[in-house]
């Protein structure tokens, strides 16, 4: 029997309850619908059978042979219905959280700011952040965000943002120690450094050309949030990715002297464990991931493709 031939689902629940409450209207009733498209349901399988399936009765309607055998199918296949609905349900809640792995500071500016249009997107997937930076916690995780050159043993990696640097500082300080008016300029005021990122005051020096660069004062700090913070503070210079302080830009509260800056090959990476296929959940992730990103930073993205092609 081709699929035009086959009863719809709802078909199949008025033939049921037809059954069960024995009425047009308390099968309407029960089923929430008109007792004309109760009627025109119970007409159209009728006639594709071929054969009454209740005989009108003074008493309301009762099966046929024909409609005893096609009740009890209807029961059945409603009722595999009914299992197969169940048990997705139940994958769907047991499907484990996605375990990602979120540098702090792209925690603070990046994700929270956007991820709750993730949630309304697709609240059937459940991710499950964490920050802390312990070897255990990145190998378990089901994709882990880093930085650096891209390049990690076992992991893919897609770009993520961060690969436009630039020199930033507060007005306030750069009015203090005279104005930037000269790449020379930024030797007299002192800079600002994350410990443990691979930025580095050298590598600014080197693609700008500011040969034998020796600051007044380095300041190290170990979180980014703290770089950023201190250099809204006016505590010194900074070279921060360009898409971590879109907000601070706009207001005025950091500037970026003379257009200051560097493609860096040390940016922000969404990796995931080589040796494992992507769930369905993240492979929905990822792509959400990475399509925001794109659209938080169009030019740099245009820019890392144009230097990798």
């Not at 300080?173 to 990122?197: F, K, M, N």
């Not at 190290?220 to 210079?237: D, E, K, N, P």
């Not at 296929?277 to 890392?304: D, F, I």
Request: hydrophobic share 45%.
């Amino acid at each position: 029997m081709s699929s035009t031939h086959l009863p719809s689902t709802v078909g199949l629940r008025v033939v049921a309850a037809l059954a069960q409450y024995g009425t047009v209207s308390s099968a309407a009733d029960a089923l929430h619908l008109t007792q004309s498209a109760v009627s025109k349901q119970l007409k159209n399988i009728e006639a594709l059978v071929g054969a009454p399936l209740f005989d009108r009765t003074s008493q309301g309607l009762s099966p046929t042979d024909v409609g005893m055998i096609y009740i009890e199918q209807a029961r059945i296949a409603l009722g595999a219905l009914e299992t197969a609905a169940v048990r997705v349900a139940a994958l769907r809640r047991s499907q484990p959280a996605i375990r990602l792995h979120v540098l702090p500071i792209l925690g603070d500016r990046w994700f929270m700011p956007r991820f709750s249009r993730f949630a309304e997107l697709h609240p059937e997937i459940e991710v499950e952040f964490t920050t802390f930076a312990a070897s255990d916690t990145v190998e378990e995780a089901d994709a882990v965000f880093r930085f650096g050159d891209g390049n990690w043993p076992g992991w893919r990696a897609d770009y993520f943002l961060g690969r436009e640097v630039i020199l930033i500082g507060a007005p306030q300080l750069i009015a203090r120690g005279g104005g930037i008016s000269s790449l020379d300029d930024i030797r007299h005021y002192p800079v600002l450094e994350h410990r443990q990122t691979p930025l580095r005051w050298s590598d600014f020096a080197q693609a700008t050309h500011l040969n034998e660069f020796v600051p007044a004062r380095i300041n190290r700090f170990g979180y980014y949030s703290l770089v950023i913070r201190a250099a809204i503070g006016g505590q010194g210079l900074a070279l921060v990715p360009r898409s971590l302080i879109h907000d601070e830009l706009a207001s005025g509260q950091l500037i970026n002297p003379l257009g200051l800056g560097f493609t860096s090959p040390n940016c922000y990476w969404l990796t995931t464990p080589a040796n494992r296929p992507l769930g369905a959940g993240l492979a929905t992730l990822r792509e959400w991931l990475l399509q925001e990103a794109r659209q938080s930073e169009p030019m740099e993205v245009a820019l890392l493709q144009e230097t990798a092609s």
